[in-house]
T-cell receptor
Framework: EAQVTQNPRYLITVTGKKLTVTCSQN?????MSWYRQDPGLGLRQIYY???????DKGDVPEGYKVSRKEKRNFPLILESPSPNQTSLYFC?????????????FGPGTRLTVL | SQQGEEDPQALSIQEGENATMNCSYK?????LQWYRQNSGRGLVHLIL?????REKHSGRLRVTLDTSKKSSSLLITASRAADTASYFC?????????????FGSGTRLLVRP
């Protein structure tokens, strides 16, 4: 089954404790992206990757890091989480490198930073 | 940056009625997409309409695009309780979004049984 998976689905952590949210897709998509969703603000892009070893900032990259060492994986790293990073996070992937095509979303990771 | 803005923010209708949601955007685009999100879950792609298309259908969904007015509408006909969800438009390939989609803040649709 074609899908995007994220782990963990729920995470409660404390300020400053480094964490990683994993994202994996099995569709051989070139483009992958991370979004955060906050009430009233819709989805905002954090980082995206057009292909292996090619990443770039989205609209809200501060406090986040990403890497793309393999085509299928695109982990999101919070080196020192803060309460304003409490949010619902989605990973997505799409065919091609433009990011303009139909995107396939993961189920989401609900993060709470205390 | 926020490109697409949906209207209304919330919509409540009776089962069987039609639901219409609108999306306006600011810059030129390559395509416009509509997504659906059930509460707290991942978004699901519904339909993509390209800038050279004016109307597109998929089952009970009808999407129109007016590039001169920079607006799009999503019509769901004969709505069902299961259509209750949030609906988002997203624009791609515009001046501000050459390598990404930009999502609006969504319309919350409630279909009452």
């Amino acid at each position: 089954e074609a899908q995007v998976t994220q782990n963990p689905r729920y995470l409660i952590t404390v300020t400053g404790k480094k964490l990683t949210v994993t994202c994996s897709q099995n569709m051989n998509h070139e483009y992958m992206s991370w979004y955060r969703q906050d009430p009233g603000l819709g989805l905002r892009q954090i980082y995206y990757s057009m292909n292996v070893e090619v990443t770039d900032k989205g609209d809200v990259p501060e406090g986040y890091k990403v890497s793309r060492k393999e085509k299928r994986n695109f982990p999101l790293i919070l080196e020192s989480p803060s309460p304003n990073q409490t949010s619902l996070y989605f990973c997505a992937s799409t065919i091609g490198t433009s990011g303009n095509n139909e995107q396939f979303f993961g189920p989401g990771t609900r993060l709470t930073v205390l | 940056s926020q490109q697409g803005e949906e209207d209304p923010q919330a919509l409540s209708i009776q089962e069987g009625e039609n639901a219409t949601m609108n999306c306006s955007y600011k810059t030129s685009i390559n395509n416009l997409q509509w997504y659906r999100q059930n509460s707290g879950r991942g978004l699901v792609h519904l339909i993509l309409i390209r800038s050279n298309e004016r109307e597109k259908h998929s089952g009970r969904l009808r999407v129109t695009l007016d590039t001169s007015k920079k607006s799009s509408s999503l019509l769901i006909t004969a709505s069902r309780a299961a259509d209750t969800a949030s609906y988002f438009c997203a624009t791609g390939g515009g001046m501000d979004s050459s390598y990404k989609l930009i999502f609006g803040s969504g319309t919350r649709l409630l279909v009452r049984p």
